[in-house]
């Protein structure tokens, strides 16, 4: 069954990998992005392409009513956008940290938000966010970043409470390091530093977070929630 699917941040990255693997599956999809801009892979696909920036309620609510229109209120949404300002805490500024948390943590809220109402209505729904497996190990040059990715794991696990008894399921996917623009930035050496310490020895490709993502949102994954799954290579084991 075709379902109405949102990708936050999926233009590009693990988005558009998510977005993809639902566009594959016949799914109508959705996608949000500051620029609004339908990226070259997803053309062949009946895919739209909506601006929204999540740290602003007002685009998000004018997102999401532009989404219904076209495709009916979201039954499956994934929370997907967030960016990183890495630096060490003494260096790091009050806006360094505030600006991560308004758009990995607040702006989840604000799209969650959004979307539990019409899925409450529907008594139906898959939400799933993306977290991080440093917001389980912590990471130095990160406090802003883990924060808000531990974060989301305490409002998924809050939520899948609130909202079980409707048939709505939330889950957080934990990536490891993933080959997309976000990790681009790093220095060969950290990258070497980072994969010897990854069993599977190598980062992710995007497409592989996108599957358990489609598993999460899937009918196979009915009675899962408020889990927290790693697709990190085994680079957070025990956490
Ligand atoms: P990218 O930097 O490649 O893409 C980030 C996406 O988030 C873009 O689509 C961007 O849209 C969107 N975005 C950022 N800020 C906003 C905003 N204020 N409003 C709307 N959209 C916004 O990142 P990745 O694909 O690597 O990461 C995707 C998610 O996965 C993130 O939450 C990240 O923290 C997480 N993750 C990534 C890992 C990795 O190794 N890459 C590892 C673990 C987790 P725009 O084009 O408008 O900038």
């Known amino acids: 069954m075709s379902r109405s699917v949102l990708v936050t941040g999926g233009n590009r990255g693990i988005g558009l990998a998510i977005a993809q693997a639902f566009a594959e599956n016949g799914d109508k999809v959705a996608i949000t992005s500051r620029s609004g801009e339908v990226p ?13 920036d999540i740290t602003d309620a007002e685009q998000v609510d004018r997102a999401f009513t532009e989404i219904e229109a076209a495709h009916g209120p979201v039954e499956v949404l994934v929370a997907n956008a967030g960016i990183t300002k890495d630096t060490l805490l003494l260096r790091m500024s009050e806006e360094d940290f505030t600006s991560v948390l308004d758009t ?7 799209v969650v938000k959004r979307a539990s109402a019409k899925m409450l209505r529907a008594r139906k729904g898959r939400i799933v966010l993306i977290s991080s497996v440093v917001g389980l ?5 990160q406090v802003n970043y883990a924060a808000s990715k531990a974060g989301l794991v305490g409002f998924a696990r809050s939520l899948a409470r609130e909202l079980g008894s409707r048939n709505i399921t939330v889950n957080v996917v934990a990536p490891g390091f993933v080959d997309t623009d976000m990790t681009a930035v790093l220095s060969d050496e950290r990258r070497a530093e980072i994969v010897a310490g990854v069993p599977l020895g190598r980062y992710a490709a995007p497409a592989e977070i996108a599957s358990a993502v489609r598993f999460l949102s899937s009918d196979e994954a009915a009675y899962i929630t408020g889990a927290v799954i790693p697709v990190d290579g085994g680079l957070g084991m025990g956490h």
């Open 104 to 110: 990995n943590l607040t702006g989840t809220f604000r």
């Open 137 to 141: 190990t912590g990471s130095p040059g």
């Open 40 to 52: 070259a892979e997803l053309a062949k696909y009946d895919v739209i392409a909506v601006r929204a």
